[in-house]
């Protein structure tokens, strides 16, 4: 059971971070040209996202949308049309390809990764306290805040070499 | 005058650096005469910094044409609160905001520990000239604030109409004095490393330190999110803009720290990874300021032309540099006095927490600097936007909502069976309960439901701890149940201070989901006597006006607001029109109830004599502000947790 372990919390994680490529502003898209516009950026300097933005080309904008959508156009031939004239830069979000792929990937790679050495970390921190051989060849299972891997009878002899260390610093 | 203020900041570049070479060498030699010249160096860099400060506002305050600075952010018809605030309006006199609060902190620092003989102090403040060397190099040589104009011109270019509201009059000092404080704890870890100390009473000095500038840098989040909401007019608060991630991501690492030093102060663990969040904390500070001031977010290009960009990218390179160097050659100092007794224990949600801290970091670090990066390698421009930070973020954020319930209600060491059904079942319960009143309400989607759960997981687990403590204190048994909450707080301040803050980051999460999720939008052109319907409200344009405004032309709709055929206040939303950029700016209406924002702007005024009119309807956005104020209640009393210090040290 033990080893099943990793594996599921593996398969939970994955889960988890798939759900994160569902959209939370599209959540409950308001209207057809706000599931748009909230996906871009206004192509003047201000740089604000085209669902928002008050200035006079933003409002332009809104105003392309909203009319190619009456006139029947579907959102990848707005978009499209958009990123002809503007460039790239007016997606909101870069498309998840070629090397813009990896802005999409590594946050979630990282984190994974970020849970997987913990994972290892904390699995070999509460192994190695199990067990912690002393110079009997007892096993000790808890040493408070002692050194592992050493006897105790090591421990209590650098302890006392350093209160005595100590106190000869407070005579000098 | 100028020459007065560049001396000033050459003299503090100098005694920055004898403040550096005097203590080393008191560290160096056991002397006590050169430490105390360094400290003395180090206050007198204050003093200096104060001075070059009182003479640019001077400049500023009188409209002194002949500093370029004051040429550049200032005009004649500035009124003269906001030419007092210009001194943070441009790169060079920020900067010197920061070198003033820097040295301040030094200042500080010497003056909190001045009873205490250990030179331990002295290298912790030897760190910090090191960085005050930085700064009034800087300024003296390469981004000098005094500079001076061969021909003044008759008026200023005026301030950014965006800097001209009351909120960056506090905004930045505030941010500032949460970024820049990191430099003590950064010089604590540093000191630590240098001098090679064992112990583990700094790190809770420590500890108080990052919880002040954590807070301060906390409010200084907040108060640029409102700023944005009443200034940028575009409906919302938090953009994912450069700006505000360059202060988001030092407070993210600088929260994991703040759980982690827990299991440091506990159980002697995780030595290694805490400086690490330190020094992390630290660098993203500075790169937050290298970010906002070099250039490099408009383009590869303009960072290549800036003229503090490669400096700062050189000092985060050689002190990030020399922290791991550091972190690596007293490895032994900083190995772990416990081990882990089992997985499933407050230590182990704390690591997990962690992680997410710094996966949060990360993603927002990567999608900021990705435009820049991908420019360089594809040669195509990009945008990374909200849309990107609300599918990466949200999710992480999230999951760190969910360890915020898990992460108290788990026992230090190892969380039994018994232990676990305890303390999750009823949350677990209370989430589900939430979620499923939640559904027919409109909540619909993973993330929705997610953070409603979460949310009421979190408060189940808060108020269940409370209930324990005030059962097992049995002190009070005719007292009143908030005394006993009163009394219980006071008992173990940073405990609960703690569970306040939690709470404030509960509110904080339903307040942006409400105003996220649930926000409504309309907008209409609109003639005198029309109105425009959205949700329970009809907004009615009862007028259009033009006036003169100190120095700008303000065109304001008044709108008459009725809620259910009631009417319930008039608003007045303006577009001011400055004279000095011609830029139009938003003055937004706000129509507040505790419930939900009617937020409205004008668009502009039209040929046809119509206003476009734009309303929202942002519900429970006041738990955004409210959750924020919970946060700072919470820090305060967290900080306020002296009398067990006291104790230890009396014992100790």
Redesign the interface.
Known sequence: MPRLMPRRSATLLAIVFLLGTAPFSEAKPRDPAHAITSQLICPCSCGEVLSGCTCETGKTMQGYVENAIKQGKGKDQIVGALVARYGEVIRGAPKPEGFNLLVWVLPFAATLAGFAIAFLVLRRMVRRRAVIPTSQGALVADRGGLSPGRTLEDDLEALRARAEAELRRMRE | MSELGRLALFLGFACSIFAVGSIAWGLRTGYSGPLRSGRRAVWTVCALALLAVILLERALLARDMSYRYVAEHTSKDLPLHYAFSSLWAGQEGSLLLWLLILSAYGSAFLFAYRKRLDPFYDAVAMVIATVMIFFTGLLTFVSSPFRILATPPPDGMGLNPLLQDPGMMIHPPILYTGYVGFIVPFGFAMAVLLLNRSGTRWIEEVRRWTLFCWGFLGVGILLGARWAYVE?????YW?W?PVENASLMPWLVGTGFLHSVMIEQRR?MLKTWNIALIALTFELSIFGTFLTRSGVLTSVHSFAESNIGPWFLSFILISGTAATALILYRKALL?????????ISRE?SF??N???F??LT??TF??TT?PVV?EA??G?????????F???????AL?LLLLTGAGPVLSWKRATASVLKRNFVLPTVMGILAAGIAMPF?A?????LVCIFGAAFVVTTIVMEFARGIQARKSSETAALPAQVVHLVKKNKRRYGGYIVHTGIVLLFVGVLGS??F???AHAPLKTGEALHIGPYTLTLRGVTERQKENAILTTAILGVERGGKLVGTEHASKALYSKSQQPM?EVALHWTPAEDLYM?L??VNEDGSA?I?AYINPLVSLVWGGGIVMVLGTLIALSDRMRIRREEKAG
């Not at chain 2, 940028?232 to 919302?236: F, I, K, N, V």
């Not at chain 2, 609300?390 to 992480?396: D, E, G, L």
């Not at chain 2, 619909?444 to 929705?448: A, K, L, Q, S």
């Open positions: 940028l007019g575009w409906g919302g953009g803009d002697g190995e772990s006095e416990n081990r882990m007794d089992a997985m182990g690591l997990f962690n992680v997410l710094v996966a990360f993603a990567l999608g990705f991908s390698v594809t195509t421009k990009i945008s990374v936007s909200a849309p990107f609300n599918r990466v973020n949200v999710p992480i999951a409109g619909e989607g993973v993330y929705p996220s999720v926000q409504k939008e938003t702007i668009g502009g476009s734009q």
